[in-house]
């Protein structure tokens, strides 16, 4: 595994992390629609004519998110699961600043500010990192 594919590796965290947190939103913006909308409540027949049943249709789109969450949700443990077991291998200043980096979010130059690096200097160890972490993702496919 290159450097390059560690870190795709490691951003699949916070990819993963993104879509959950969007399924989340869509989850709750359609809730807030089906409790806002006028008409249709539960417990009353839908009205004759076609008119289809809203409060059905959303429960079962609210069904359909909350299993898809579920489904990211195990995705986001196991990178998280394989992530942390790379990072326990490594050196620590390395792992801490991946971690910082990928698991936490933050920018370079933030990460080299709370771990009292310059910025060259933590774009080293950031290098340094990913070499090493390409090795140990590598082994953990084996």
Do not use: W
Not at 16 to 22: K, Q
Not at 58 to 81: C, F, M, P, W
Not at 93 to 118: I, P, W
Request: aromatic share 4%; charged share 30%.
């Amino acid at each position: 595994m290159t450097a390059a594919e560690a870190k795709e590796e490691l951003k699949s965290y916070r990819r993963i992390n993104r879509r959950i947190d969007r399924r989340l939103e869509q989850k709750a913006r359609l809730l807030e629609k089906l409790t806002s909308a006028p008409g249709q409540t539960a417990g009353t027949p839908p009205p004759s004519g076609g008119v289809h049943d809203r409060i059905g249709e959303g429960t079962v789109a609210l069904v359909h998110y909350e299993e898809r969450i579920n489904s990211l949700i195990d995705e986001l443990v196991k990178a998280q699961d394989r992530i942390e077991n790379v990072l326990s291998r490594m050196d620590g200043t390395q792992a801490e600043l991946l971690e910082l980096m990928y698991l936490d979010g933050k920018k370079l130059n933030e990460v080299a500010e709370e771990l009292h690096y310059s910025y060259r200097q933590a774009c080293r160890i950031h290098g340094r990192a990913l070499l090493a972490a390409a090795d140990f993702f590598q082994k953990d496919v084996l």
